[in-house]
């Protein structure tokens, strides 16, 4: 069993990895004995985080660096940097992620096109820059893998003021598809988390104490918000042999907010 989620000789890449889902994310391929390179805007922190998962003893190890993905020129880096620290590349996972909140009336322009630029502009770019390395390490019966990090809000019509990062998830989703459906042949798979709340930077203000995370808990179906081990297994299944025959799919890792709806129709009725 151990060895259909075994990362042993694999490297990864992953995208605002130092904090949140892409840090959970890094941990649990260093547990399973990847090579993880983990990038984001603030290099420091990186470090950090790559100093901590080396020191638990883990098969694996972990490498902070660098990388912005909100433009061409840090993409660029990015892809270079990778590069000169390997030659292999086995797993990409796209996590680096922003999100911006207003009202409608009064969203900025500016703010729609810098959420665009990083959650789905550098998505694609970094993927396609990346690509001949993955295909390289690609093969039949064990192909390379991509994991893009989308979010229940682009599955579901929930804005919350969030309206481009809602919009940009929605993109990521659709995106992955098609890419899974022209990379197969190329023995390179990609799929999309579909996460629900998780503890984050990003959601701070709303998971930041535990009163708060109880609070945002009790409105998902399964009563609580998502920990390490929902990402983990999540992860290691996609990237490992036990998911070696799927692409295209979206993992909901929601506790159920990806099926809720609104009451029923004939619910005053049938009382």
């Known amino acids: ?38 990038a984001s805007r603030k290099g420091h922190a990186c470090e950090a985080v790559a100093q901590e998962l080396n020191a ?13 993905v909100g433009t061409e020129e840090g993409i660029i880096a990015l ?15 796209n ?19 810098k959420v665009m630029n990083v959650n789905v502009t550098g998505v694609f770019d970094l993927t396609r820059r990346l690509l001949p390395m993955l295909i390289k390490s ?8 991509v994991i893009n990090v989308g979010s229940v809000m682009g599955e579901i019509p929930m804005g919350d003021g969030a309206y481009s990062y809602s919009a ?27 996460p629900g709340p998780f503890v984050s930077r990003m959601t701070a203000f709303a998971t930041g104490d535990e009163e708060k995370r109880e609070k945002v808990g009790n409105d998902v179906p399964l009563g609580r918000v998502g920990c ?15 998911g070696a025959y799927v692409t295209g799919a979206v993992v909901p890792i929601s506790g159920g907010i990806n099926v809720m709806s609104g009451q029923n129709i004939f619910g005053s009725v049938m009382e």
């Open 1 to 38: 069993m151990q060895d259909l989620f075994t990362l042993n000789g694999k490297t990864a890449l992953i995208t605002g990895g130092a904090t949140g889902i892409g840090r959970m994310a890094a941990e649990a391929m260093v547990r399973a004995g990847a090579r993880v390179l983990i």
């Open 56 to 68: 638990l003893d883990a098969p694996g190890s972990a490498e902070g660096f660098a990388g912005d």
């Open 79 to 93: 892809v270079d940097e990778v590069k000169s620290r390997t030659e292999q590349l086995d797993i990409l996972m």
């Open 95 to 113: 996590n680096s992620g922003i999100t911006w909140g207003a009202e409608l009336k009064d969203f900025p322009h500016q703010a729609w096109e």
């Open 138 to 145: 690609g093969e039949l019966g064990d192909p390379a893998r």
């Open 168 to 194: 940009s998830k929605a993109a990521v989703i659709h995106m992955s598809k098609i890419l899974a459906k022209e990379l197969a042949h190329k023995h390179v798979t990609v799929n999309a988390l579909a």
């Open 228 to 242: 390490y081990e929902d990402i983990a297994g999540s992860v290691l299944f996609l990237s490992g042999k036990g």
